[in-house]
């Protein structure tokens, strides 16, 4: 199953680290993508690869991947960082994309 | 840099084809990468709806393709996609974005509201 999933919400206080994660059975295979989405926005590409952060993402965001599970840490937690992420992949052996459903990340 | 703009009706009645497009400066979509629709539901999360590579090769979402068509204008270096009967359930914002292979989905456009309603 090409299939991601993620929990749907989760808190953090201001300058704590909190870690997002994202299931599915693809991840064993390819690495997943972490997208940053704040409202009324368009999705911003925060972690590709094994580790890769784009240019003008700060280091506070890391990625890391275990078996079926992708992760996303954000380590001091900044109120700027309060916003929807999402996990993808893209399924080498049909070409598809799958998103998963989404963590909300509250600062606090 | 490149940059993305969707472009389209804002309105589509039940039944008939939502038709958008995807206009590129900075970059040549015949060169390299994957030029893709996403969509996001009112309240909801991101969908897939497919993609065209630069060979002209399409790939899209089994929950839309009966419906779906993407394709590209090379000469106005756009690539446009077609929905058709849609349904309220297809109400959503409609990005267009460049799948540039390792990062994935590396640039986004602003998005575009597109209501089903009579």
């Known amino acids: 199953s090409s299939e991601l999933t993620q929990d749907p919400a989760v808190s953090v206080a201001l300058g704590q680290t909190v870690r997002i994660t994202c299931q599915g059975d693809g991840l064993r295979s390819y690495y997943a993508r972490w997208y940053q989405q704040k409202p009324g926005q368009a999705p911003v590409l925060v972690i590709y690869g094994k580790n890769n952060r784009p240019s003008g993402i700060p280091d506070r965001f890391s990625g890391a991947n275990s078996g079926n599970t992708a992760s996303l840490t954000i380590t001091g937690a900044q109120a700027e960082d309060e916003a929807d992420y999402y996990c993808?992949?893209?399924?080498?052996?049909?070409?598809?994309?799958?998103f998963g459903g989404g963590t909300k990340v509250t600062v606090l | 840099q490149v940059q993305l703009q969707e472009s389209g009706p804002g309105l589509v009645k039940p039944s008939e084809t939502l038709s958008l497009t995807c206009t590129v400066s900075g970059f040549s979509i015949s060169s390299a990468y994957y030029w893709g629709w996403i969509r996001q539901p009112p309240g909801k999360g991101l969908e897939w709806i497919g993609d065209i590579y630069r060979d002209g090769s399409t790939s899209y979402n089994p929950s839309l393709k009966s419906r779906v068509t993407i394709s590209e204008d090379m000469s106005k270096n756009q690539f446009s996609l077609r929905l058709s009967s849609v349904t309220a359930a297809d109400t959503a914002v409609y990005y267009c974005?460049?799948?540039?292979?390792?990062?994935?989905?590396?640039?986004w456009g602003q998005g575009t509201v597109v209501t089903v309603s009579s």
């Open positions: 974005a460049r799948d540039s292979g390792g990062p994935g989905l590396s640039s």
């Open positions: 993808c992949s893209r399924d080498s052996s049909n070409n598809h994309v799958v």
